[in-house]
């Protein structure tokens, strides 16, 4: 029986490195920075966040302390990654979506970009690896300059079916909520956007808005309302203190 020539020192740690290297999957490193808050203007405080984002088939998440302010992770290529930041877990996100094609590793996170990053988390992580986000969102903003505004039920159901028409990206109306019975004084909003609401002998409203969940901060008296609008323009409001 013949026998092959025995692999010399060096074409053994070659082969050793090559077979090694084959179950390791090469990483993205990107980082995402939150801009300043407009409740942190105001307060001179800094706000912690909940920061999540897709890598692959999974949705992750990590708690980031009031003096972080940008987060670096590692994720597979060739996907779409989505990422939002909930100042103290649960407020309205900073948001950032990057595509494959996306040159670069930093990224600035916007409340625009939240308010449509946050929608579409609710798919499926395989789906959004998938998904031309800035198609989207130029479609949506053809229709409204708020992204808030888009008819979240139609867009959510043809991304799943696949099915994406210009019927996917309707708008929806605002409503007339309000008035409210608050403390005097100005009561800013959570998003750049939107405007404070004034309150004068006890009361202020109403204001335009489309349906979602809406803060404003009283920061004389360091309490925020939290105001609830259905689809059909039926709200609900209440007051708790703000927990820095």
């Known amino acids: 029986m013949r026998h092959g020539k025995p692999l010399s020192a060096a074409a053994l740690i070659l082969l050793v490195l090559l077979v090694s290297c084959s179950h390791v999957q090469i990483r993205r490193p990107m980082t995402f920075t939150i801009p300043v808050h407009p409740w942190e203007s105001l307060s001179g405080k800094r706000l912690w966040y909940t920061f999540r ?3 692959g088939e999974t949705v992750n998440a990590l708690h980031l302390n009031q003096d972080e ?3 670096t992770v590692d994720v597979l290529p060739g ?4 990422a939002a930041a909930y100042p103290l877990g649960e407020m309205s996100p900073f948001g950032a979506a990057v595509s494959p094609e996306d040159g670069g590793k930093a990224f600035l996170m916007t409340q625009e970009d939240g308010t449509l990053v946050d929608l579409l988390m609710d798919l499926e992580p395989a789906v959004l690896g998938m998904l031309n986000y800035s198609l989207v969102k130029s479609r949506i903003l053809e229709k409204t300059d708020d992204l808030r505004m888009v008819d979240d039920r139609a867009l ?4 799943q079916n696949g099915e994406l028409t210009d019927a996917s990206f309707k708008a929806v109306p605002c409503h007339a909520v309000g008035p409210f019975a608050l403390a005097n004084g100005i009561w800013e909003g959570e998003r750049l956007r939107d405007p404070s609401l004034v309150s004068t002998e006890g ?6 808005l489309p349906a979602g969940v809406f803060r404003y901060l009283n920061i ?7 105001l609830i609008v259905d689809r059909e323009g039926a709200f609900y409001s209440y007051l708790k203190r703000l927990g820095l």
């Open 53 to 55: 984002w897709t890598d």
């Open 69 to 71: 302010r940008s987060v």
């Open 79 to 82: 996907r779409t990654v989505f």
């Open 156 to 159: 959510i159901r043809d991304i």
């Open 203 to 208: 009361m202020c409203g109403p204001v335009n």
């Open 220 to 226: 004389e008296d360091g309490m925020v309302m939290v």
